[in-house]
């Protein structure tokens, strides 16, 4: 589909497949588990190279008395990727009521799906997407001799960038590339204690353009140089 939006919530739970999803200037490649969520008027584009199935719902556009727009409004104001395998074991039973359609079936899928929106919510206030921050720890810390972008991590996290800054704000009280960062030095700080490789080699092996641009940085930092850390380390073992 084309560039387009909606006056209203929508949900896309991809069932197999994966699904190509366009936003903000971004591509996220969606798979069977995930579930995005785009808020009112974010302009996005949907496409698949090997076709998906999908669970799609669109929220009414006016809130609702039981105040599930409103949850949504609060909670929800970027668009959104979360991770919910455990939505593939209820589909079976939400599928059966939609198709039934008596009242009482009625009922039974609006309670279900009260359940996953109220959870959509608690789960992206709360940043609890799974392995969120062990995900985010292990690809900074592979990526330690690299030039990391916050774009590249927002994409490798499936989230957009405005809600990963929020969470990793949360979770460790600064942005991601100041995380970034104060990895790097504490993986420098290891290496200048535990090891003997050059401080060369370090600065290389963290991707500091050269030594002169290390030292500098972990100045900084650290308030000493590289050579004054490794020699006040040895002498306090």
């Known amino acids: 589909m084309d560039e387009h939006n909606h006056p ?6 991809v069932i197999s497949g994966v699904l190509l999803f366009r936003i903000g200037g971004e591509e996220y490649s969606l798979k069977r588990g995930h579930l995005c969520i785009i808020p009112p008027g974010q302009y996005h584009s949907l496409g ?4 998906y199935y999908q669970m ?3 929220m009414q556009q006016k809130k609702d008395p039981r105040g599930m727009i409103a ?5 929800i104001q970027d668009f959104t990727v979360l991770e919910l395998n455990e939505l593939l074991e209820q589909l079976p039973a939400l599928e059966k009521e939609c198709k039934e359609l008596t009242k009482l079936a009625k009922i039974k899928a609006a309670n279900m799906l009260d359940t996953l929106v109220a959870s959509c919510a608690e789960k992206a206030v709360n940043g609890t997407e799974v392995n969120f921050k062990n995900q985010l720890l292990t690809y900074l810390n592979k990526h330690l001799s690299m030039r990391v972008t916050l774009s590249e991590v927002a994409k490798e996290l499936s989230v957009s960038q405005s809600h990963l800054e929020r969470l990793v704000k949360k979770e460790f009280g600064c942005g991601v590339i100041e995380l970034f960062n104060q990895l790097r030095i504490g993986k420098a700080c290891s290496l200048l204690s535990n090891s003997t490789d050059s401080i060369e080699t370090i600065a290389e092996h963290l991707g500091f353009y050269d030594t002169s ?3 500098h940085y972990f100045k900084q930092k650290i308030n000493m140089n590289p050579t004054q850390y490794r020699k006040h380390k040895n002498w306090t073992k």
């Not at 209203?8 to 739970?13: A, D, E, S």
């Not at 698949?48 to 076709?51: A, D, E, K, P, V």
Request: hydrophobic share 40%; proline share 0%.
């Open 8 to 13: 209203y919530f929508q949900f896309i739970y």
């Open 213 to 215: 641009h290390f030292s």
């Open 71 to 75: 949850l949504l409004e609060d909670y």
């Open 56 to 58: 799609g719902i669109n």
């Open 48 to 51: 698949s190279l090997t076709g």
